[in-house]
Structure formats: C-alpha cells, structure tokens
C-alpha cells in the first residue's frame, strides 16, 4: 500500500521557514538558505505545458523528484503571463511517495476567467528536517483554457456533449 497525504491548498496559505541571519552562508554544502533556497526540482506535471485544456474539473499534478521532505501548504503564485482568474474554492492536495519522489494531485477545479493562460508556481519557502530551505520553480504550470462548447444535441432532443477542440465545427 502506497502512503498518501492530505493537505489544503488555500490562496493565503504560505508555508514560512526560520530566516538564516542576514548574510549567512551553507559554507559550500549545497543547502539552500533563506537568502538563496534549493530550487526544487519538479516533473510530470499535468496539464503538460503549451498544452490547451476544456475549464472544467482541471486535475493538476506533479512530482517533486527526490523530494527532501513532505509538503505541507501550497500558495498559488500566478506568474507574469497569468490571464486565467483565480481558482474560488479552497481546494485539497494528496500526496502520494514514489521511492525518493513525492506525487501531489490537486483536487479538480476551474479558472475564474476562460479563455486564458494559466501560468503559476508556489510561493514561499520551505526548510526540510536537513535544515535546508527549498523553493519550487517560478513556474510549475503553463497552459491554455478554453470554455467548453457544447453542441447542440441531438434530432432526439439528446443532451448537449462537451467538446475537447473549440476549432472544429
């Protein structure tokens, strides 16, 4: 059996770690410190970047690979290129392990404003049971969300299907 984790991702969320001092260094070790923390390194996400995605129950997931601890909160970052709106409801994260890897699965949700781009990372930093403060990337997420389009039915009056490709006709 796999162990899973559950947390809550809310907008003012932000997970602080101690503060090193001012001008405090990891004499050469690699740890991240508060003045410049280990960028985490993140894969797998879903949606893929570039990739376009109908706003309706959007799953978002990634892997934190060798991941120095377990995540705790989550605070959306909308990043420079972010037209999407916001996500209204508080939503929850599972984490699951995967040998050295974590895997977090966000509950579905929808953007605020569609058509858009969905840009955004997690902000703040965090401070594993090394001491070492870790950050994830600037951007963990880039894509495209479109509305649905549904059709018109069915000669039976059948109900309206959504679309994956707003080009087609």
């Known amino acids: 059996m796999t162990p899973r984790f559950y947390f809550v991702l809310a907008s003012l969320v932000v997970s602080a770690c101690g503060e090193s001092e001012e001008g405090e260094s990891d004499g050469g070790s690699g740890c991240g410190t508060a003045a410049d923390p280990v960028v985490l390194s993140v894969a797998d996400q879903q949606p893929e970047a570039d990739s376009t995605v109908v706003n309706e129950a959007i799953v978002h997931s990634f892997t934190v690979v060798d991941a120095p601890g377990i995540f705790q909160t989550f605070a959306l970052l909308p990043g420079p290129d972010h037209t999407a709106g916001v996500i209204a409801s508080t939503l929850r994260v ?27 990372g997690f902000a703040g930093t965090y401070q594993g049971p090394d001491e070492c403060v870790y950050q994830f990337p600037a951007t963990v997420f880039d894509y495209e969300v479109v509305l649905p389009v549904f059709d018109g039915g069915d000669a039976d009056g059948g109900s309206p299907d959504a679309a994956t490709d707003i080009g087609g006709e």
Do not use: C, K, N
């Open 94 to 120: 599972v984490g699951e392990l995967d040998g050295d890897d974590l895997r977090y699965t966000i509950d579905p949700a929808e953007w605020s404003a569609a058509p858009g781009h969905v840009q955004f």
